[in-house]
């Protein structure tokens, strides 16, 4: 859907279509004045859910407009997951999203009708009033006439059903749960009376799929009808206050429980929806149905399930299977026949997230090896096809999300997201959004250890060189960004004078050291995992990089630094947001759901922890590749 | 079960077996010097459920005690549905249930195990403590150990769920539903620690079943792993002051609105539950399961649906299925994971009652053709057999109940519930429990106008004669008490001096005006459920009774003042608490319960307010038959 001053627009994506025309087939303007040629650079969207950009977006495009998020309708193919904001004429900043129906994986399932396969769907349905001849009860004249087998109203529902039907006249809409696969049959869930005669067949049903992840909270509101998410809302999470990773907010829940973190995590997803509904013109109460990714601590938390398993070992946590309970239960102020679905994961530490992020990359229907890096707060690896999919966990996240660098922070406006070494050797940072920097976040990190790496600023043990032992090679300008702060070596990404605080944005040693430790760990892992599954690298046709911080990075930085191997690089492709995309279509295909249980199931996770192999490829993977010289990267 | 000296013992009824041998095998001590041969007359327990008393029972037991409830144990058989006090060495009248396992119906069914085919059952897992090599989530654990498909833990539930594991050291009791008619699946309700090791298996999963009928309430405190009822209490309805019949409460509704009923409904429910509960050593929280049979009222009562449908043209209810909804819903404070459901009906006046009163009778599956004859508030009567059943509704109710005659009362203590003429023409009423009379109950009524028709006191077209108009042939005694009262002829059942509130219980014309309505509306049910089926009377191969009154009356005086035609009289069987006992046989047994839906869709209803044949047959039947003379019935 493109929200376009104010007016809401419903797109089906049937078949790939170059976005630039999809959205002149909607009346939405662009301006292209090339045609779509590729040569003019002006038909800019906003976007995210897109893959990597081409050789001719980034002709045309800057790397810090790439970078936050900018990209040429006419090279884009409006795929499933695809969300676009395109400026509107006042130059508002409201957001509009597109996003596709979530489509079946490039393998396999071609046929497959997303609105046919809906688990929730809206129907309107007229009865015959009761006569003397025919004096069946409500209900059951409306299981009749609906068609369905059973119903699922609560009490208050079915006390209301009589006043219903004989004020709207026995025309009514009726919201239905499609349960089973083979011969699926057809739930009662709501009824609600028609609209008007003669008005467009009412939308909906809604429903929502949440990624609630560790950092960053993503909720998608969903026209069931349509099997499309028409609107996207995300927000840092507000747990943060009590602990920044996972770990530490079991830390929180042992010692004083999970009241605390749930509270915050359903207040969220309330004021979430709220907002998301409110900007569609609908009522919290009017979503039926929420479906729910994260990893397996966050769907504790939402549950108020006791996360200390996962802490500790063996690292049991309460349930990992698809789960759900009324939305009233877990506190959600939803529809009163609305549940509360989590999606599957595979274990303490391979979650509903990545479960759902294989899902909307399509890994586990390719026939051709394809290695998912979700770098997030958390780091998952999955290596897998249609043939067997198996996963490890790494501890990745903290130095991608800021955590532990010195001047580190998320991927917020500001962010020093992207850094290079002009051909007259004058760095350039660029921030999100073009905003006054504020820190540097995990693309930005990467970015600059591998120019710094390049220019022979950082030695491959990871040593800042002092201004002293700086290589002959190394322009002025970089030259005089390397100093000292508090008496080690450190380079000064942005000086005091261009950063918002007015302090300057520093790398230090100890920084690169943290990100060495991040990439070992990423590609020790990778190493374990191809190892464990009796695969070379070679092998790997198709690298997707997703997660707040992998979906982000240049893949050229990636391999410079070793956090991909060289050969990986060629392959490698960016899936934004792959877990809320895979949230999106299990929420919104009844196949899709199936196939997150199918592959929670043939997950199988590697443990690191216990491997000699992978304790030795870490210490390998700590230093970084010799220096190449001083060409750009 | 029989309570003895506060003992519980389960009993299994597998086999039609002699009640005094079952009591003798479980070592409970019944007087019979004759042993069991049925000359002495010392057996004597207190039952309901029995049939009607055999030629023995009545030459040993005088007709009140009888009527009362006594019954020799050396002539009973112990069937399903029989209740047995049995007197204790103290002579305590400490209630004491036996109610054998709800066996199937004489036809058909004959390998079917109640246990085995319980709704719900509880068991004892022992689980694998977690370890890395096996670190699967607690609720996944406990599934996969106790091969459940599902579970419908509540959220609260499976928060408790890891302590509760760990605690018991894996050692626990899961509550199941058992689910499905080809490949029933189990579903996880519920979890408890496992008793101490090397105690007796914990007995249960306890469910409930109610027929909450519009004048008194039963409830059957069921042990499902059994199948067995282990014990009962009867109550009156506390509805009554709101109305007390149907058509009035429906009125209080229309008028008050539902809530003050169901106010009351559940209450009395809640507490009649937390009494059972209590004398067997439970608590309300333990119950697992509610199941409700009753009329189509009742049962909207008891949910709180409007019940204004059922009470004007075209009669429809809320709903007639079999429904089910959390017993936190209804307001019932029994085991969070209990359901309540409710029984099906076939229409708004042949309710669950009738269709658990066809279970328990077994007229659904019988080849000969069957008439039930369901006598309490309302008339229900039913006829058919397997190869077809239909059922027609007629207000044949207050008179039997007492409520529009003079000195009416219920079947409480002190009614009068025989009457008959002794060989020395002396009139003989005879009141419950021997206390001193306060009325006339509906078998008492029936009896005494059956008598007094006999005696020529009460002529064919109804008329009680005046003292002047009485024919030759009455006794003294008899003549001494008709007389005038309010100007109008009048029979003194129970002088003043021998009645407990000092007045005299008469019988007015008016009152066997009541009668003649009464009785003349079930014999033209009869008559026309028996056109609209096409099958002569004489086809009927056997009649059941039941109900509040039905059960209780005599068939002789059903037969004589007309209520039964005279050819049907001797294949006339008398079944105590039908609906009752049909709700405890769908609440142990699936296969019931689904016989129970099957009775539901195959009763065709014989609407008699729109019937030519029925109007013209209640005329003919308000008269009585001529007088026969005086020799005892």
Redesign the interface.
Known sequence: MVLRDGISLSVAVEDAVVLLELLADHGIPVDAPCGGAGTCGKCVVQVTGAGAPDAVERALLPPERLAAGERLACRLLAVPGLMVTVATARGGADHKAELGAPAPAAAGAAAFSPVADAPLRRRRVELPP???D????????L?RHAGCGAHRL???A??A???LLRASEYRVDVFEAVEGADEPSATLLAVAPAGAPGAVESPGPWGVAVDLGTTTVAAYLLDLGTGHAVDVHAELNRQADLGADVLSRIAHAREAGVAGLQRRAVTQLEAMMQLLAERNGLEAADILGLTVAGNTTMLHVL????P??IGA?????????ARA?WAS??GLPLHPAALVRTLPAA??YIGADTVAAVLAAGIDEGDGLSLLVDLGTNGEIVLGSASGLSACSTAAGPAFEGARIRCGVGGVQGAVAAFAISAEGVPVATTIGGAPAVGLCGAGLLDLVAALLEAGIVDGGGRLLPEGELPDGVPDAMRGRCREVDGRPAFVVVPAAEARDGAPIVLTERDVRELQFAKAAVAAGIDALLAAAGVRLESVERVILTGGFGAFLDPRSAVRVGLLPAVLGPRTEALANAAGVGAVMAATSRAHARRCDAIAARLRVV?LS?SAAFAQAYVEHLGFAPLRGLAAP
């Open positions: 009761p006569s003397l025919d004096s069946a009860a409500d209900l059951e004249r299981l609560s009490l208050a079915l006390r059903l009589p006043a549950l108020g399930l006791d200390a398993g070992a063996p690292f049991v946590p309460v349930t990992t299977g309970f239960e877990v274990s303490a443990e216990a």
